[in-house]
């Protein structure tokens, strides 16, 4: 059985080794980074260290063309969807924990589940991310399960319906991640909050989520489940940035190494305001926004291959700085309160774990992200044809991915166009995709390209390759 590999001295010493490092020993690390083949955590160790304005701009150069050119100008768009905010945690940083008696406390039913996802359907979402609270009989697995089949059955007009839907709930033992896998999950998403020992026991005072090694190891036992994509976090401004980077990557070395495969997606939360949860109102390690994109460079030239993911708690500002840095995913027109997206929303449903950050609908999101250049994707074709674990990443590490990433967001955006857009949206859209046929595919491709675009126009759905 795996133990806790996270060794504090091990971290501590890497990051007092790199002090003050030489600016040529940054500028090879850097020039290693365009190959595309990852760092080592020494190398890591150094780039963190790193605190010369010239330099981390060439980081920040770097991050950007590795993005390029392993995924391209897409971003991967999805919603969360939380079904339960019952918790026996008392997560210090969460407006969920038990301690916090003023929420309201809330399960939806499945009507009320089928519902939100009407909302978000009819918004042009294809993509979920379903979370819930830890709690043995209010959120039970049985009840999640019930869940995710339940928005899996929820059709609407156009052909409407979500196609993919991860999970982020409390760790499980190997045979629950089986189970949990018949419901046809995407990617299993689990956060270690914390790598740092001590932090994680004070942040952490009571529950079962007291247990470091128990979540430590929970990604191996998904694996062991049969799950072949888990993603892994960090929630940043609990301690230290740069011991929480190195603790990420150390963690991603550990999956590769027993599994096989590391993890499909590292993402990166910042803590943001909650109710009545003190380390969230005054968080113990903020991290600036200028470090903040210093580590999402950094993680997406240690980790070229991993997706990585940003939610609607970053500001759209920031939001729209990352995306070029490294940013893979992100999630659009969120609600964090169980009940948040029906139209009739009521006080009683509200219940938020914590503050956003970017509150825009999902139109509004893909307007601005368009008018950046970025091509907004609602594709989960890697994972219904069965390009997961470690078949993806040897598809992606020749750059393959590139090509079906490019063309089934191309796909999928012409079909949000057609189906959910407003008319600026959709002005500001046709203009990137006749961009795109221009500049990005080549004459053969192109061809097939305009060919299947022509189908959509014609009311195909569900176009991809
Ligand atoms: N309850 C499960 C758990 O803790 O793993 C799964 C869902 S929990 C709702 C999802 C994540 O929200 C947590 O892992 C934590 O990192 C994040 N979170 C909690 N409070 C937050 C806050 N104040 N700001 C930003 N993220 C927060
Ligand atoms: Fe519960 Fe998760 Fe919030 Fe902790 S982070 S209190 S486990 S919902």
Known sequence: ????????????????????????RVREIIAKAYDLKGLSTEEVAVLLQTEDDELIGLIFQAAHKIK???????????????????????????GFRSDNKELNRVALTMEQIAREVQVLEREGHKRLLMLCGEHPTRSSLEYFMEAIETAYAVKTEHGGEIRRINVEIAPLEAAEYKKLKTTGIGTVVLFQETYHHETYKTMHPTGPKKDFANRLTAMHRAQEGGISDVGIGALFG????????????????????????????????????????????????????????????????AVPYTGMILSTRENPAMRSE?????????????????????EDSSEAFRASQFNLGDTRTLDEVILDITEHGHIPSFCTACYRLGRTGKDFMDLAKPGLIQKFCQTNAVYSFKEYLIDYASAQTRVAGEKLIAQML???????????????LKQIEEGKRDVFI
């Open 1 to 24: 059985m795996i133990k806790d590999f996270i060794d504090d001295t091990k971290i501590e010493t890497l990051l007092t080794s790199a002090k003050n490092p030489a600016p040529e």
């Open 68 to 94: 390029e050119d392993i995924y391209g100008n897409r971003l991967v768009l999805f919603a969360p969807l939380y079904v339960a905010n019952h918790c026996s945690n008392n997560c210090l940083y969460c």
């Open 238 to 301: 609990l301690y230290d940035y740069k011991y929480e980077v190195l603790g990420l990557l150390l963690h991603a070395l550990q999956l590769e190494k027993d599994c096989g495969v590391g993890p499909h997606t590292i993402s990166i939360p910042r803590l943001e305001p909650a109710f009545n949860a003190p380390a969230a109102i005054k968080p113990p390690h903020p991290v600036s926004d200028h470090d903040f994109k210093k580590l999402v460079a950094i993680i997406r030239m």
């Open 322 to 342: 990352v995306f070029a840095l490294g940013i893979s995913q992100v999630s659009a027109g969120s609600r964090t309160n169980p009940g948040g997206y029906q």
């Open 438 to 452: 221009r500049d990005t595919f080549k004459t053969k491709r192109k061809n097939s390209v305009i060919n299947k």
